[in-house]
């Protein structure tokens, strides 16, 4: 409904990402193409939380030339990675991003390993545990937290279920038939 203030909108949200992920020593690699969406490195998961939590805070404070403000869903994921000549590859993005689409505007959503890394270094982040849920095109469930900065900690609706249907059926190892 407003294309010339949704493009300023949109380079004004990754100028915040910038801001952000900076302060935290991250690096935003190139848009994942679905989009306006965002994928940044980090060296630490400490560092991810601390910096999703930071740019959510830069987006709340932020007088959009939108309508509406801009809310963003986030997720935070820890593993290797694949670098290509400008982007990155890998089950682990693969994950963060379906946990990312189940989460609601300025929701941070953190992995199990994530968790498991951060719970027990000091630092001014919150963990809500949500429930193990599925993701869609992953054969496991994945242990789904919330995150929050401690003085600051969230109550959103329920997670966007994926639309992945229960079965019995074996995970198909090929395509071969016959």
Not at 43 to 71: D, H, M, N, Y
Not at 114 to 121: A, D, F, K, M, P
């Amino acid at each position: 409904a407003e294309p010339e203030a949704m493009q300023l909108a949109t380079e004004q949200h990754e100028a915040l990402a910038v801001q952000a992920f900076d302060a935290y020593h991250g690096r935003l690699i190139k848009s994942r193409g679905e989009g306006d969406s965002l994928f940044a490195l980090f060296e630490t998961p400490q560092q991810a939380c601390l910096g999703a939590i930071a740019f959510r805070k830069l987006l709340e404070e932020a007088v959009w030339p939108t309508s509406v403000p801009i809310a963003v869903r986030t997720a935070v994921n820890v593993g290797t990675v694949t670098p290509g000549p400008t982007d990155v590859y890998g089950p682990m993005v693969n994950r963060c991003a379906r946990l990312r689409s189940i989460a609601s505007p300025s929701q941070i959503l953190a992995s199990g390993a994530v968790y498991e890394q951060v719970r027990t270094v000091p630092g001014n982040i919150s963990f809500t545990y949500i429930g193990s849920h599925a993701l869609k095109d992953i054969s496991t469930h994945e242990d789904v937290y919330q995150v929050d900065a401690v003085d600051d900690v969230r109550t959103y609706p329920a997670l966007v279920e994926s639309d992945v249907v229960p079965n019995n059926l074996p995970t198909q190892i090929s395509d071969f038939v016959g």
